[in-house]
């Protein structure tokens, strides 16, 4: 087994400044490794800037290089066991070379190289890329023996870092490699065309695969030990093979400026797409300290970084934590000790940690893409969260993965518009699994929409503004008990369709009428169209983002309608009853031979934007439904406490931000 599988990476991540290349200050590196727990370093090598003495004359060292930092560095990180992951960057290179090598760099339209301060961007197609890459990173290998690489901005990357979107490249590299691949002049522009967007993204993922085969070959002709890390949203169509250790983010900046605005569940959500999806990749997800990219040095909060780490290990990956710079120089060091608590945790628990099996009956189908992300993907994704279900998160893009394990679930949730295969629409057409659908979801396939949902799909209605949807029949909206209301508002457009003979309609149409002023927002009729629909296989269509809206108002009954929907099907399976609030998230699986773990994190402490230290909750109870304990612990900082019990059943108190327990039987 390669030495990543183990899945206990406690990882922090210095991104060094040039001014960090200091010799004299590997021994400091080290001891605040130590202090954090930390087992594995990932660490600037090459690329923007040489850490070492490079002997290839097409790389710029950094200024302040004294010694061989980077090979005292890795020396000592190895005398201590600490694993060393090189970081490299290729999108851009020091501007003084410009003129040395004019075929490296993107070019606007006018033939002008991108600058970004003094530095300057290559192209994917550049020889910088596509050859000279390889020999940087072997360089390093050969001379560090370090244990992994990173590849930051990786391949096709269309902006910098101040956001600004990048024109197509017109270098004449990419102007040679499109016209060999369509025998058609390369576009100025594709804004507006489908056609022509579909073309030259495959254009570039085909040289970003091209450079990632490249690179992939050149490490593991050195070492198949040595891990290649990607972070996800660069992975080439087509080269998840080539991947060892997939990289997502979670950063206040990302959040605050998409569709998931300061939302709770971000990492757990980044960890469970890729553990419930791959058996042979792990994942680990990288906490950054900075608010954002423009304030490197300002930090988010203790609690919302602890939060990002335990979700982390609760979801089924190891640790991340990353800073700007070296330690001793950070000028804000009040999350050190918040992330060393959790380290320290992982690090005394770590066999129990990174291969959880949970007995999920219920596959939530969404985008793996971290940013942006569809909401009504987070809006479900939040709703079992809340109800404390046990849930497997997979990604819409690997369909043939999951679909062999289709019919282990009672219910398989797509939130996400997709294209299936043959070999997938007959799984989805086979599977015991009670096949959950809203609006578009497979709107590229009106046939297997009929199929799967005994419905004729007429047309989508953009403006659903003041319409309702009304919760009949009665039976189907009882569970686990009455709602008392009777409508429910259907926001950002609907599908309407036709039910097919067998099929069972619900939720009738109230068709919209004024809803100002408030002395005309009357003459609601109740309408005999359906937008909601139980075939006679028992799947669930439902006419609109229901998650969407629930992601975007958090309105309880959306959550309530949705529930007892699944609920009229089938009943919901819990492992775990639970009186703990709905801001506790709960993880529950097995975690070696006759033992599980349960792992409760608590966000009572946030506040929207705001992340704080949550309040005690006291006598919160756990019973078990399908598992008899013979001995609970309590996974302390003291080591693993013993706890009495009842039957299957104990109490506890969350007297803080996380707490896990051993369950054996």
Same mark, same amino acid.
């Given at each position: 087994?390669?030495?990543?599988?183990?899945?206990?990476?406690?990882?922090?991540?210095?991104?060094?400044?040039?001014?960090?290349?200091?010799?004299?200050?590997?021994?400091?590196?080290?001891?605040?490794?130590?202090?954090?727990?930390?087992?594995?370093?990932?660490?600037?090598?090459?690329?923007?800037?040489?850490?070492?003495?490079?002997?290839?004359?097409?790389?710029?060292?950094?200024?302040?290089?004294?010694?061989?930092?980077?090979?005292? !560095?890795?020396?000592?990180?190895?005398?201590?066991?600490?694993?060393?992951?090189?970081?490299?960057?290729?999108?851009?290179?020091?501007?003084?070379?410009?003129?040395?090598?004019?075929?490296?760099?993107?070019?606007?339209?006018?033939?002008?190289?991108?600058?970004?301060?003094?530095?300057?961007?290559? &192209?994917?197609?550049?020889?910088?890329?596509?050859?000279?890459?390889?020999?940087?990173?072997?360089?390093?290998?050969?001379?560090?023996?370090?244990?992994?690489?990173?590849?930051?901005?990786?391949?096709?990357?269309?902006?910098?870092?101040?956001?600004?979107?990048?024109?197509?490249?017109?270098?004449?590299? &990419?102007?040679?490699?499109?016209?060999?691949?369509?025998?058609?002049?390369?576009?100025?522009?594709?804004?507006?065309?489908?056609?022509?967007?579909?073309?030259?993204?495959?254009?570039?993922?085909?040289?970003?695969?091209?450079?990632?085969?490249?690179? =992939?070959?050149?490490?593991?002709?050195?070492? @198949?030990?040595?891990? !290649?890390?990607?972070?996800?949203?660069?992975?080439?169509?087509?080269?998840?093979?080539?991947?060892?250790?997939?990289?997502?983010?979670?950063?206040?900046?990302?959040?605050?400026?998409?569709?998931?605005?300061?939302?709770?569940?971000?990492?757990?959500?980044?960890?469970?797409?890729?553990?419930?999806?791959?058996?042979?990749?792990?994942?680990?997800?990288?906490?950054?300290?900075?608010?954002? !990219?423009?304030?490197?040095?300002?930090?988010?909060?203790?609690?919302?970084?602890?939060?990002?780490?335990?979700?982390?290990?609760?979801?089924?990956?190891?640790?991340?934590?990353?800073?700007?710079?070296?330690?001793?120089?950070?000028?804000? @060091?009040?999350?050190?000790?918040?992330?060393?608590?959790?380290?320290?945790?992982?690090?005394?628990?770590?066999?129990?940690?990174?291969?959880?099996?949970?007995?999920?009956?219920?596959?939530?189908?969404?985008?793996?893409?971290?940013?942006?992300?569809?909401?009504?993907?987070?809006?479900?994704?939040?709703?079992?969260?809340?109800? =404390?279900?046990?849930?497997?998160?997979?990604?819409?893009?690997?369909?043939?993965?999951?679909?062999?394990?289709?019919?282990?679930?009672?219910?398989?949730?797509?939130?996400?518009?997709?294209?299936?295969?043959?070999?997938?629409?007959?799984?989805?057409?086979?599977?015991?699994?009670?096949?959950?659908?809203?609006?578009?979801?497979?709107?590229?396939?009106?046939?297997?929409?009929?199929?799967?949902?005994?419905?004729?799909? &007429?047309?989508?209605?953009?403006?659903?503004?003041?319409?309702?949807?009304?919760?009949?029949?009665?039976?189907?909206?009882?569970?686990?008990?009455?709602?008392?209301?009777?409508?429910?508002?259907?926001?950002?457009?609907? &599908?309407?369709?036709?039910?097919?003979?067998?099929?069972?309609?619900?939720?009738?149409?109230?068709?919209?009428?004024?809803?100002?002023?408030?002395?005309?927002?009357?003459? =609601?009729?109740?309408?005999?169209?359906?937008?909601?629909?139980?075939?006679?296989?028992?799947?669930?269509?439902?006419?609109?983002?229901?998650?969407? +809206?629930?992601?975007? +108002?958090?309105?309880?009954?959306?959550?309530?309608?949705?529930?007892?929907?699944?609920?009229?099907?089938?009943? !919901?399976?819990?492992?775990?009853?639970?009186?703990?609030?709905?801001?506790?998230?709960? =993880?529950?699986?097995?975690?070696?031979?006759?033992?599980?773990?349960?792992?409760?994190?608590?966000?009572?402490?946030?506040?929207?934007?705001?992340?704080?230290?949550?309040?005690?909750?006291?006598?919160?109870?756990?019973?078990?439904?399908?598992?008899?304990?013979?001995?609970?612990?309590?996974?302390?900082?003291?080591?693993?406490?013993?706890?009495?019990?009842?039957?299957?059943?104990?109490?506890?108190?969350?007297?803080?931000?996380?707490?896990?327990?051993?369950?054996?039987?």
């Amino acid at each position: 087994m390669n030495w990543w599988m183990k899945n206990n990476l406690r990882t922090i991540q210095n991104n060094l400044r040039d001014l960090d290349a200091d010799a004299c200050k590997v021994d400091s590196y080290i001891a605040y490794l130590k202090k954090f727990h930390a087992n594995t370093l990932l660490i600037n090598c090459g690329g923007i800037t040489s850490f070492y003495p490079t002997a290839l004359p097409y790389q710029t060292k950094s200024p302040f290089l004294t010694g061989d930092f980077l090979g005292q !560095l890795v020396s000592k990180c190895h005398e201590n066991h600490i694993r060393v992951i090189g970081r490299f960057d290729f999108s851009r290179v020091s501007d003084t070379l410009i003129d040395e090598y004019p075929d490296w760099w993107w070019r606007d339209q006018e033939g002008k190289p991108y600058h970004f301060g003094d530095t300057v961007t290559t &192209c994917v197609h550049s020889g910088y890329q596509q050859v000279l890459s390889s020999q940087i990173v072997k360089e390093v290998i050969e001379a560090y023996k370090i244990d992994g690489v990173f590849f930051n901005f990786f391949g096709y990357v269309p902006y910098d870092y101040s956001g600004t979107i990048l024109d197509i490249c017109q270098c004449e590299n &990419c102007r040679r490699e499109y016209f060999k691949l369509y025998q058609e002049p390369l576009p100025l522009s594709i804004d507006g065309d489908p056609g022509l967007t579909h073309k030259y993204r495959h254009f570039m993922q085909m040289a970003s695969a091209r450079l990632l085969k490249c690179l =992939h070959r050149t490490i593991k002709d050195i070492s @198949k030990e040595i891990a !290649l890390c990607l972070p996800l949203n660069d992975i080439p169509e087509g080269c998840m093979d080539l991947v060892d250790i997939i990289k997502t983010e979670s950063n206040t900046q990302s959040m605050a400026h998409s569709m998931e605005a300061h939302w709770a569940y971000d990492t757990s959500r980044n960890v469970s797409v890729i553990t419930d999806t791959f058996q042979d990749k792990i994942v680990s997800n990288i906490s950054i300290n900075a608010l954002s !990219l423009t304030c490197r040095f300002a930090s988010s909060s203790p609690w919302e970084n602890q939060i990002r780490l335990y979700q982390s290990i609760a979801s089924g990956s190891g640790l991340d934590w990353c800073i700007i710079g070296n330690f001793e120089d950070y000028p804000n @060091k009040r999350n050190y000790t918040a992330i060393e608590e959790v380290f320290a945790h992982h690090s005394r628990y770590e066999r129990y940690y990174g291969h959880l099996k949970k007995n999920s009956k219920i596959l939530l189908i969404g985008s793996g893409r971290t940013y942006p992300a569809n909401p009504a993907q987070m809006g479900i994704f939040k709703m079992l969260k809340e109800e =404390h279900l046990i849930f497997d998160h997979g990604d819409s893009r690997f369909l043939p993965l999951l679909a062999e394990k289709f019919d282990s679930y009672d219910f398989i949730i797509f939130t996400d518009e997709v294209s299936v295969t043959k070999a997938v629409q007959e799984a989805l057409l086979q599977t015991s699994a009670c096949v959950v659908a809203f609006k578009n979801t497979f709107c590229q396939s009106p046939e297997l929409q009929r199929q799967l949902f005994d419905a004729e799909i &007429c047309q989508t209605v953009k403006n659903s503004d003041a319409v309702y949807a009304c919760l009949l029949p009665e039976e189907a909206f009882a569970y686990p008990c009455s709602l008392n209301q009777q409508w429910i508002y259907v926001d950002q457009g609907y &599908c309407s369709f036709t039910p097919l003979p067998g099929a069972k309609a619900m939720l009738p149409k109230i068709e919209k009428a004024p809803f100002g002023p408030p002395e005309r927002a009357y003459g =609601h009729v109740l309408t005999k169209e359906p937008l909601g629909v139980v075939s006679s296989k028992g799947n669930l269509y439902l006419a609109w983002d229901l998650g969407a +809206s629930y992601h975007k +108002s958090g309105s309880p009954e959306l959550k309530e309608c949705f529930l007892c929907a699944l609920s009229s099907i089938r009943p !919901l399976f819990r492992e775990l009853i639970t009186n703990a609030p709905e801001m506790v998230e709960m =993880h529950f699986g097995n975690c070696e031979e006759s033992t599980y773990l349960l792992q409760w994190i608590n966000l009572a402490g946030f506040n929207g934007t705001s992340f704080f230290a949550p309040p005690s909750l006291c006598k919160i109870t756990a019973s078990f439904t399908t598992i008899h304990p013979s001995e609970i612990y309590e996974m302390s900082s003291q080591g693993l406490k013993k706890l009495s019990f009842e039957k299957d059943t104990f109490e506890f108190n969350l007297d803080g931000l996380y707490k896990a327990f051993l369950i054996k039987t």
